[in-house]
């Protein structure tokens, strides 16, 4: 199921760190912003609830977490940094018409 999160990347509040925070439906989630390209990811890591969003993207494309400076790559969700855990992630699609998210509704609201 395909949610709208905004009519263009623009109205997303990217801090300086490239991440935004969104809910929808009263679950919440990060977009993080590469170059032109939208990631979804989990609000928490999955190593030890660190917030993702307190974190950054590093020159690869992979967001840190805060915590312990785990690294995921976007595009997959696979922990780079060797800890072996995975990140939670989305499909995200900018159209002509907004910004949407994929969410699944059994792995999002099971």
């Not at 969700?77 to 072996?84: D, L, Q, Y």
């Not at 855990?85 to 499909?91: A, S």
Request: glycine share 10%.
């Amino acid at each position: 199921m395909w949610h709208k999160i905004a009519e263009h990347p623009n109205e997303l509040d990217f801090a300086t760190n490239r991440i935004a925070v969104v809910k929808v439906k009263g679950k919440t989630f990060c977009i993080g912003r590469h170059g032109e390209e939208l990631f979804a990811f989990a609000y928490k890591c999955p190593h030890a609830g660190g917030i993702m969003a307190d974190g950054y993207i590093d020159a690869m494309g992979q967001v840190v977490c805060p915590l312990h400076r785990y690294k995921f790559d976007m595009r997959t969700g696979r922990n780079t940094s060797g800890e072996g855990y995975f990140l939670k992630r989305w499909k995200v699609e900018w159209r002509e018409d907004g910004v949407f998210v994929e969410m699944e509704q059994a792995s999002w609201w099971g």
